[in-house]
């Protein structure tokens, strides 16, 4: 727990309060509990101080409530690896939702046990094991499967299921948690020669800046010419980018923005949202636009988001020929199928210090794509008393936690808005102890 003020005019000195008392170590503009726990739950305030006046802070009431739930796992991401690396082919990385036993004082920490997960292949039986795991609480569990199984292949369909596994205050995961395994992609999208077409006529058709020139649907005019990239105007002493190959195609130069269209094809089976990779080259501002929103500017006057215009208000503000080679840039708004990328590539705002003019882009999307699981069955609970002073809770269904309360009046919220909580050391069986004479409700809850 971390708590800031910010103050202006100095020297300042500051003294922290809980519940009307100083704190020992609150002498600072920040104050920390490493490890807050529920006995620092409190009022807390500070007191700024200088040579001519003395200010207050409002209160900030903080209540720390004990951790009495399980760990869920947040995602399942295969990394596919060259063979040659010592991880070996392929590994499943598994973030947890909280800190993890790692290290037990004897024998081998749950999260770190092969036998707490089982990989299986969907729409079969076939499970594939898994040798090793390791962890950490930056990156969570990192699974190999057993590489040697024929039904283990890369981009293949797979679900982990996990049992027993617990954190750092004993709480175990739901039962039979399952999670699809996801299989990060790389696609080429757009090559440095892609086909193009391009607006460099504003002395004949002024008005182009006020169309929605960069939309998906827009229809370019007979003032738009086509050609491949890279595509250059002026005199281009050498190439600004190497590896998007030699010039090819003239624009011409003008000191007006020059615009710039193309389409390329993105599969349906694919999730619209994607991590985009450049490589591009400019000269000297660039503006990209992804079926008609902005994505991506760089050394151009106007702020983001603003539309290009075809005086002052865009133009470059230094002389540059970019050659930009890791740009990642996250987007939403891919389409199945068709879709459009629109540039603009501006001049530098010096009157008669710059004429030339320079484009080329390559990009290809990075894609997490996660398997399918089949339609999940409404879980049933079962209770069967063992004899006068036990009951035996079993369920059906995957990654459902048992909770319990002892009034049905009092709400239907979860722990800690509500009465309903885990039980502890949770297994499918369960085994519920009735000697303490209270009455007690069990449900199932994801």
Known sequence: MTLRV???????????????????????????????QPANSG???????????????????????????????LHALANHILPSTTLGLNSIIMPFSETM??????????VRNPNNYVITQLGTIH?????????????????????????????GDYVVTINNVTDTKGHAIAPDTTVPVAWRYATNLIQSGHVWTFHASSVIEPGVYEQPWFAYDYVPGPFWGEGIGPF????????????LGAPQSSTGWQRE???????FTYSEHWPLAATLSLVTTFDDGLVLYLNGSEIYR?????????????????????????????????????????????????????????????FALEMEASIINTSKLPAEQSPVLHATFLDTDALRLSWTG?????????????????YPAGPWTEVPQMANPYIWSLTNGLDRYFRLKK
Request: aromatic letters at 8%; proline letters at 8%; a neutral charge.
């Open 101 to 110: 036993v790692s290290s037990p004082a004897n024998g081998v920490s749950s």
């Open 6 to 36: 910010g103050v202006s005019g100095g020297p300042v000195s500051f003294r922290w309060f809980r519940d009307g008392l100083p704190l020992a170590n609150g002498k600072s503009a920040t104050y920390s509990i490493p490890n807050a």
């Open 257 to 263: 923005p020059i615009l710039f269209r193309t389409i």
């Open 127 to 155: 499970t594939i094991g898994v040798t090793q795991v390791l962890y950490s609480t930056e990156l969570g569990a990192l699974l190999f499967p057993d590489r040697q199984d024929p039904d283990w292949v890369p981009y």
């Open 43 to 73: 009022a807390y305030y500070v007191v700024c101080t200088n040579l001519h006046t003395v200010v207050t802070s409002s209160v900030t009431v903080i209540n720390i409530l004990p951790d009495r739930t399980g760990p869920k796992v």
């Open 398 to 414: 995957n990654g459902y936690a048992l909770e319990s309360s002892t009034n049905l009046n009092t709400g239907s919220l979860s």
């Open 232 to 243: 250059y105007g002026g005199t281009i002493i050498s190439p600004p980018c190497p590896v």
């Open 298 to 358: 760089n050394n151009v006057m106007n702020a983001p988001g603003s539309r290009i215009h075809a005086d002052l208000r865009s133009l470059a503000s230094m002389n540059q020929a970019a050659c930009l080679t890791n740009i990642n840039i996250g987007v939403t708004n891919l389409l199945p199928g068709t879709n459009c990328l629109a540039a603009a590539v501006v001049q530098w705002a010096s009157v008669g210090g710059d004429s030339d003019s320079y």
